[in-house]
């Protein structure tokens, strides 16, 4: 394998020009640092990672913290977004240090993180509105990126979907059918992307004039099982009509009500309606349901691999402003969503 000092050579420059090319050194011009790259791919050579960070002063780490009440590793979309992101990062030499943090610690923990030097830069994920880690980060002027984003004018670097416009044009949609019971079926309440699809919700059944009864919304944890037991519920009539369409925050919670429909005697895309956000987890396809489900569609590894580009850019000095990026969910259309039931028609309906 080529040396510093070999590739010096090759190059005719000093091994200090050559190191302070690779790392990024602004005093070097770009066109000597284009040189110098292209020949150590070339000629293979890979920078010794303690030289490296002695030079750089970088510890070549990054940081996330998420609460221990929350087992997250055993959440599908956690993990799919934690694949791209590590990946995003191993692919510029970047390890991720992955840390828990007992209830109401959660602040002090990202504290002694800044405070040690131990990381280069943040990720910070699920975030709440007057999220006091982002305050934190953001006045120590500690590099971070944010997966979601607490308002529409933030000053820190972020990747988020656009959660009003996914879910305006789903619940437009059933409108549209004729479905005037909708029920929202959320994530966690204080969480910043769930309040976005609630403000969506809403506002659009409100300017449709379309009554939402307190019970047709619900916050709880994304789960096949927490959806199969809220719309259970809810199709049992015990506290009036039951809804004619679902929308839900996920695929998972999606297959609770289809579970719930079922048991219930009710045929999904003809007797009742469902549309789920889908984060493309690669085991659990939209399109494979029975029938195939209608969808809000934005992969969520696509958020871990963008956030791993945008947290190399954030250490290296970007302006965070410049590292803010909202993307489009697709609505797909399938057989699950349906024109509404006629009132007469169904004895369910009564």
Request: neutral net charge.
């Amino acid at each position: 394998m080529t040396t510093l000092r070999e590739l010096a050579r090759h190059l005719g420059l000093s091994p200090a020009t050559v190191s302070r090319a690779l790392n990024g050194f602004p005093e070097v011009g770009e066109k000597t640092r284009r040189r110098v790259i292209e020949a150590s791919e070339r000629l293979n050579y890979k920078a010794n990672t303690t030289a490296k960070r002695l030079a750089t002063g970088k510890s070549g780490m990054v940081g996330m913290i998420f609460r221990s009440a929350r087992n997250l590793l055993v959440d599908p979309h956690f993990v799919d977004f934690l694949a791209g992101l590590s990946i995003g990062l191993a692919d510029r030499e970047i390890d991720l240090i992955i840390h828990t943090a007992p209830p109401g610690e959660l602040l002090a923990h990202y504290k002694r993180f800044v405070a040690s030097g131990s990381v280069d830069g943040m990720i910070v994920s699920a975030p709440e509105h007057n999220d006091e880690r982002i305050t934190t980060l953001h006045e120590r002027d500690f590099p971070f990126v944010v997966h979601g984003r607490t308002a529409d004018d933030v000053p820190y670097a972020f990747f988020d979907i656009d959660n009003d416009g996914a879910f305006a044009s789903a619940t437009t949609l059933l409108a549209d059918l004729g479905h005037k019971r909708i029920a929202l079926m959320n994530g966690p309440a204080g969480l910043a992307f769930v309040a976005q699809r609630e403000t969506a919700f809403r506002r659009v059944l409100e300017e449709r004039r379309i009554n939402v009864p307190a019970r047709f919304v619900s916050h709880d944890e994304m789960s096949e099982d927490q959806g199969f037991t809220r719309a259970s519920a809810l199709l049992a009539r015990a506290a009036g009509l039951p809804p004619t369409a679902f929308i839900c925050s996920s695929t998972l919670q999606a297959l609770g009500v289809i579970r719930a429909a079922t048991a219930a005697g009710l045929q999904v895309g003809s007797d009742i309606s469902i549309i789920a956000h889908d984060d493309v987890l690669p085991h659990l396809r939209a399109e494979h349901f029975t029938p195939p489900l209608t969808v809000t569609r934005s992969p969520i590894r696509d958020a871990g691999t963008a956030l791993a580009e945008m947290m190399v850019l954030r250490i290296a000095g970007t302006d965070p402003r410049k590292l803010q990026r909202i993307v489009p969910a697709d609505l797909i259309v399938r057989g699950s969503t349906g024109a509404a039931p006629k009132s007469g028609g169904e004895a369910w309906l009564q």
